[in-house]
């Protein structure tokens, strides 16, 4: 999870306020908005994996009503993301926990909360003119979890995932994991 927040801080990092009303990949959201869902998934993954009430009040694919960011989208990342690491721990990757889509295993949680975190991190850099390429080795694995657990036969494909974008055999791993998840790399 460590590796999967700090691949998307570098990001975050550098999105000034000036580039909030960016569009997308998500095209229903713009960087503001991605921005907020994404410091909201740091919030629910370490609620969740803590086996605590959500204090956040936003679910998987939705932008939570209160803005999260409070003006300061490095900051508020950075501390969503360091409680979000320390709530990963090994014995609440082992366990079930209740979560607003039922009961999943930790391992699946922090799977699906780390793919999210990165891949949302891709988004970002793309609507504010960032490298899109991430660590490759970190992309692998997050396109091996996403095609075990993404796929027509889980059905957790659609809604919130568009379907997959053919892509160059050549492409890398980052172009290949964003177009599995309905992205144009």
Not at 101 to 109: D, F, K, Q, V
Not at 123 to 130: R, S
Not at 171 to 179: K, P
Request: proline share 6%; hydrophobic share 40%; net charge negative.
């Amino acid at each position: 999870m460590k590796a999967v927040c700090d691949s998307t801080d570098r990001i975050v990092a550098t999105i000034t306020p000036d580039q909030f009303e960016l569009p997308t990949p998500c095209s229903e959201w713009n960087v503001g908005q991605l921005a907020n869902h994404l410091v909201a998934t740091l919030h629910l993954g370490r609620a969740l994996l803590s086996d605590e009430t959500p204090s956040v009040s936003s679910g998987p694919g939705q932008v939570p009503a209160e803005d999260l960011i409070g003006g300061d989208l490095t900051r508020a990342y950075r501390d969503g993301a360091e409680a979000l690491v320390a709530a990963t721990t090994s014995h609440a990757v082992g366990r079930v926990h209740v979560t607003p889509l039922g009961e999943m295993p930790g391992a699946g949680l922090a799977g699906f909360t780390a793919l999210d975190v990165f891949v949302h991190g891709w988004d970002l850099a793309k609507a504010t003119g960032q490298a899109t390429t991430l660590d490759s080795d970190l992309a692998e694995r997050m396109l091996e979890f996403a095609k075990q657990a993404i796929n027509d036969e889980t059905g957790t494909r659609a809604p919130l995932i568009g379907p997959e974008i053919a892509t160059a055999s050549t492409a890398d791993s980052t172009a290949r994991l964003a177009a599995y998840l309905g992205r144009h790399p």
